[in-house]
């Protein structure tokens, strides 16, 4: 936890999309130890399938979780810390996106 914690700023933000065809990863979040929660329970269940990707003109994942739901995670970095991970999983925005590994 203390080491993921380092990698993020204080004032990080978790963004997630909500509604639409599946549920939100996890609900909005600030601050880095809530953060750090959000990501470690998204990593108790490892992905079916997972790579590293650009979006948004920015660093990011493509995932298809345990339950098989795509997830897009997109960072932004500042002065060499996450300031903000933006999540989604709503199908109807992700339908152009190449399934993960």
Same mark, same amino acid.
């Given at each position: 936890? &203390?080491?993921?914690?380092?990698?993020?700023?204080?004032?990080? @933000?978790?963004?997630?999309?909500?509604?639409? $065809?599946?549920t939100a990863a996890y609900p909005a979040?600030?601050?880095?130890?809530?953060?750090? &929660?959000?990501?470690?329970?998204?990593?108790? &269940?490892?992905? #079916?399938?997972?790579?590293?990707?650009?979006?948004?003109?920015?660093?990011?994942?493509?995932?298809?979780?345990?339950?098989? @739901?795509?997830?897009?995670?997109?960072?932004?970095?500042?002065?060499? #810390?996450?300031?903000?991970?933006? @999540?989604? &999983?709503?199908?109807? $925005?992700?339908?152009?996106?190449?399934?993960?590994?």
């Open positions: 936890m &203390r080491q993921l914690v380092a990698l993020l700023d204080p004032g990080v @933000v978790w963004r997630a999309d909500g509604g639409g $065809k599946v979040a600030g601050g880095a130890r809530n953060v750090a &929660r959000c990501l470690l329970a998204l990593a108790r &269940r490892p992905p #079916r399938s997972l790579r590293i990707a650009t979006v948004n003109g920015g660093p990011g994942l493509v995932m298809r979780d345990a339950d098989g @739901v795509l997830t897009v995670i997109a960072f932004t970095i500042d002065a060499g #810390r996450i300031t903000a991970l933006d @999540v989604m &999983r709503n199908p109807d $925005k992700l339908a152009g996106v190449p399934e993960p590994g």
